[in-house]
């Protein structure tokens, strides 16, 4: 019973560290595929710089008709799996290459990659059309094989499009029966004999002999990214069949990787990613390789797959929708929390304000020291208003207020102590010299930098956007140790929401008319019209 209770366990925990072994395979080869996807543009340059060195050497005058047919023949071979159209248009040249130098088998070899690029992009019917006038005797052994695979493959997308239970099982049956006929053109051993033994154990959904040979394809000597991922991708297919998706995921992965480095949009891979990932709850990669599938089918112009990735891409896309409103929701809360956070820190400046005025007898100095305080607070009210406004909610700016009026009252404490210290002792001279000793200028100064500091740190681009609005001649330039100007911040104040000109100046230390006059002189010098310059200043936007 031992015995049993330890093999048990020991079997238990090498699942564990097997299941663990998987997740962390599977993580890295997530990370691996967002870095390559990164770097897309890249890999698709190098497939385009190839191209471009063909086409050169195809257009040139020298190179005779039979060098011109082997190099479309080649850029035929570089536009297959990247784009349609091209690989089409490549087709048609090749064909008139081959009638001109009357070659029969280069004429059947033209019509079979035709017929390849015809099923890659969906148009059975064309495919079928094309492959019934190839007379595969006059085609050379490996060409036969390409040519029979095709049909089976023909077959088995057409049963896969269907998805008719009637239909389908005759599509499947002649699939197979050309496969059987491709394997005879195929050398044992070789990638074409085992992708064809591949696709068989596929179709009869053979998953213990389709893991043996995509371990034989593994070890092939000269194994392309392009084949790999094939066969990582057919594998993975079945791996999905037995019930097993984790081993299914990971081979969808690496296929992905594949088909990136090497500039492959006709894939079905990454596709078949994205519902993995969705299905998986994890809807950030499910969107991002959803949008990369549609992408990539949209270039190649594969219609077949266009119509499947529809569907798949509605329901993520509406799952993303449906969490960010949850986000908008959340963001909307928090608002709320802190708009009532400002409001008490509002409530303790008023009430501060009220215990300072029974300071009878030093009303005048409390009176000012209370409005430089009210001042402030007003200013920190009409920043946490715009906390109502999406993305204007900046928990920075209510710390940074908070922290400079505890700062404050922290100082009119010590400022009240010594005045009824100096009241109780009737120092009415010392008591002068404490009231001649407090700048009103100097604080209202340092009041003005800070508010500049934190504004443009909010909305570090304010100058430049703000700027944008006049001529060269007519812009604001800072002086080195210059944050604001007054008319900038008279703007950045209306910016903020505060748009009533009394109370700007109240908060600023201007007279209302030197307001009105700074908001004239700039709209006037602005090159759009006075009626529009507000609406400009409200749409700049914060970080």
């Given at each position: 019973?031992?015995?049993?209770?330890?093999?048990?366990?020991?079997?238990?925990?090498?699942?564990?560290?097997g299941?663990?072994?998987?997740?962390?395979?599977?993580?890295?080869?997530?990370?691996?595929?967002?870095?390559?996807?990164?770097?897309?543009?890249?890999y698709?340059?190098?497939?385009?710089?190839?191209?471009?060195?063909?086409?050169?050497?195809?257009?040139?005058?020298?190179?005779?008709?039979?060098?011109?047919?082997?190099?479309?023949?080649?850029?035929?071979?570089?536009?297959?799996?990247?784009?349609?159209?091209?690989?089409?248009?490549?087709?048609?040249?090749?064909?008139?290459?081959?009638?001109?130098?009357?070659?029969?088998?280069?004429?059947?070899l033209?019509?079979?990659?035709?017929?390849?690029?015809l099923?890659?992009s969906?148009?059975?019917?064309?495919?079928f059309d094309t492959l019934?006038?190839?007379?595969?005797?006059?085609?050379?052994?490996?060409?036969?094989?390409?040519?029979?695979?095709?049909?089976?493959?023909?077959?088995?997308?057409?049963?896969?499009?269907?998805?008719?239970?009637?239909?389908?099982?005759?599509?499947y049956?002649?699939?197979?029966?050309y496969a059987?006929?491709?394997?005879?053109?195929?050398?044992?051993?070789?990638?074409?004999?085992?992708?064809?033994?591949?696709?068989?154990?596929?179709?009869?959904?053979?998953?213990?002999?389709?893991?043996?040979i995509?371990a034989?394809?593994?070890r092939?000597?000269?194994?392309?990214?392009?084949?790999?991922?094939v066969?990582a991708?057919t594998?993975?297919?079945?791996?999905e069949?037995?019930?097993?998706?984790?081993?299914?995921?990971?081979?969808?992965?690496?296929?992905?990787i594949?088909?990136?480095k090497?500039?492959?949009?006709e894939?079905t891979?990454?596709f078949?990613?994205?519902?993995?990932?969705?299905r998986?709850?994890?809807?950030?990669?499910a969107?991002?390789?959803?949008?990369?599938?549609?992408?990539?089918?949209?270039?190649?112009?594969?219609?077949?797959?266009?119509?499947?990735i529809?569907?798949?891409?509605?329901i993520?896309?509406?799952?993303?929708?449906?969490?960010i409103?949850?986000?908008?929701?959340?963001?909307?809360?928090?608002?709320?929390?802190?708009?009532?956070?400002?409001?008490?820190?509002i409530a303790?400046a008023?009430v501060?304000?009220?215990?300072?005025?029974?300071?009878?007898?030093?009303d005048?100095?409390?009176?000012?020291?209370?409005?430089?305080?009210?001042?402030r607070?007003?200013?920190?009210?009409?920043?946490?208003?715009g906390?109502?406004?999406?993305?204007?909610?900046?928990?920075?700016?209510?710390?940074?207020?908070?922290?400079?009026?505890?700062?404050?009252?922290d100082?009119?404490e010590?400022?009240k102590?010594?005045?009824?210290a100096?009241?109780?002792?009737?120092?009415?001279?010392?008591?002068?010299?404490?009231?001649?000793?407090?700048?009103?200028?100097?604080?209202?100064?340092?009041?003005?930098?800070?508010?500049?500091?934190?504004?443009?740190?909010?909305?570090?681009?304010?100058?430049?956007?703000?700027?944008?609005?006049?001529?060269?001649?007519?812009?604001v330039v800072?002086?080195?140790?210059?944050?604001?100007?007054?008319?900038l911040?008279?703007?950045?104040?209306?910016?903020?929401?505060?748009?009533d000109?009394?109370?700007?100046?109240?908060?600023?230390?201007?007279?209302?008319?030197?307001?009105?006059?700074y908001?004239?002189?700039?709209?006037?010098?602005?090159?759009?019209?006075n009626?529009e310059f507000?609406?400009?200043?409200?749409?700049i936007?914060?970080?």
């Open positions: 019973m031992k015995r049993f209770l330890l093999f048990c366990g020991l079997l238990l925990n090498g699942l564990l560290a299941a663990n072994d998987r997740a962390g395979t599977t993580d890295s080869l997530l990370t691996e595929l967002n870095q390559v996807l990164a770097h897309k543009k890249e698709d340059g190098q497939r385009l710089n190839r191209i471009a060195a063909l086409t050169a050497d195809f257009a040139s005058s020298e190179a005779s008709d039979n060098a011109r047919f082997d190099l479309g023949v080649r850029i035929y071979e570089e536009y297959k799996a990247f784009k349609y159209d091209s690989a089409f248009a490549y087709c048609q040249r090749i064909t008139q290459l081959a009638a001109q130098l009357r070659n029969p088998e280069k004429i059947e033209a019509k079979l990659k035709l017929a390849f690029v099923l890659s969906g148009l059975f019917k064309e495919t019934d006038r190839i007379n595969p005797t006059l085609l050379s052994g490996s060409d036969k094989q390409s040519f029979y695979f095709l049909k089976a493959r023909a077959y088995s997308d057409l049963g896969n499009f269907n998805q008719d239970q009637v239909y389908r099982p005759g599509y049956a002649r699939a197979l029966a059987d006929t491709a394997l005879q053109f195929s050398r044992p051993g070789s990638y074409d004999y085992l992708s064809v033994q591949e696709f068989r154990a596929q179709k009869m959904n053979n998953l213990r002999a389709g893991e043996m995509y034989q394809i593994l092939l000597p000269h194994l392309t990214l392009h084949q790999l991922a066969s991708s594998t993975a297919y079945l791996y069949l037995a019930g097993q998706p984790g081993k299914a995921f990971e081979l969808l992965l690496r296929a992905a594949a088909d990136v090497t500039a492959t949009k894939t891979a990454i078949k990613l994205s519902d993995y990932c969705y998986q709850g994890d809807l950030q990669n969107y991002t390789f959803i949008r990369e599938a549609r992408e990539n089918a949209a270039f190649y112009k594969a219609r077949q797959r266009q119509i499947e529809s569907h798949v891409s509605s993520i896309e509406g799952q993303k929708i449906n969490i409103e949850s986000q908008r929701k959340s963001l909307k809360t928090y608002a709320i929390i802190m708009t009532a956070l400002a409001g008490v820190v303790f008023v501060s304000g009220l215990a300072l005025r029974k300071l009878r007898r030093a005048q100095l409390l009176s000012a020291a209370n409005g430089a305080l009210q001042a607070n007003d200013e920190l009210h009409q920043l946490n208003h906390l109502n406004e999406a993305n204007k909610i900046k928990e920075e700016y209510i710390g940074y207020y908070f922290h400079n009026n505890s700062q404050y009252i100082k009119l010590n400022l102590k010594r005045v009824e100096l009241l109780s002792s009737k120092q009415y001279v010392g008591l002068q010299k404490l009231v001649d000793g407090v700048n009103i200028k100097t604080e209202r100064n340092e009041l003005l930098r800070g508010f500049d500091t934190v504004f443009l740190r909010l909305f570090p681009n304010f100058i430049a956007q703000f700027n944008a609005l006049f001529r060269e001649e007519d812009r800072l002086a080195d140790d210059q944050l604001l100007t007054a008319e911040r008279i703007f950045a104040l209306i910016r903020l929401g505060i748009a000109s009394e109370q700007i100046s109240r908060m600023l230390g201007y007279s209302i008319n030197t307001i009105y006059t908001k004239t002189r700039v709209k006037n010098r602005s090159v759009v019209p009626e507000e609406a400009r200043i409200q749409a936007e914060a970080v």
